[in-house]
């Protein structure tokens, strides 16, 4: 089992910065990668970054030039540093691991994630 815990959301104007936190406990962190997902009100979630086993980072386009995916595997923790952010970043956000360790995760969806962290709530305001 991973548990999985985020923090760092919170409310912030628009072009304003946070830095979302999420730390696991369970396992050897340092063979998984991590993805973020958000999910905002009516919507389906939606990936937004992922750092592999390795430190390989990828982001999708709304994320591209924005935000930065880092981990420390000391601390079991990755961090996501959301810069210039826009009321459409509005969403709960949501870290997760996969099943099993140094797994390709540059395409994974949100199926391909077996743990999932309770969610932080960003909410951007214009």
């Known amino acids: 089992q991973v548990q999985l815990v985020e923090s760092g959301g919170g409310l912030v104007q628009a072009g304003g910065s946070l830095r979302l936190s999420c730390t696991a406990s369970?396992?050897?962190?340092?063979?998984?990668?991590t993805g973020w997902f958000r999910q905002a009100p009516g919507k389906e979630r939606e990936f937004v970054a992922a750092i592999s086993w390795s430190a390989g980072t990828y982001y999708a386009d709304s994320a591209k030039g924005r935000f930065t995916m880092s981990r420390d595997d000391t601390k079991n923790t990755v961090y996501l540093q959301m810069n210039r952010l826009k009321p459409e970043d509005t969403a709960v956000y949501y870290c997760?691991?996969?099943?099993?360790?140094?797994?390709?995760?540059?395409?994974?969806?949100?199926?391909?994630?077996?743990?999932w962290g309770q969610g932080t709530q960003v909410t951007v305001s214009s």
């Open positions: 997760a691991v996969p099943p099993a360790p140094w797994s390709n995760i540059r395409a994974f969806g949100p199926s391909d994630y077996a743990y």
């Open positions: 369970g396992r050897a962190f340092s063979n998984y990668g």
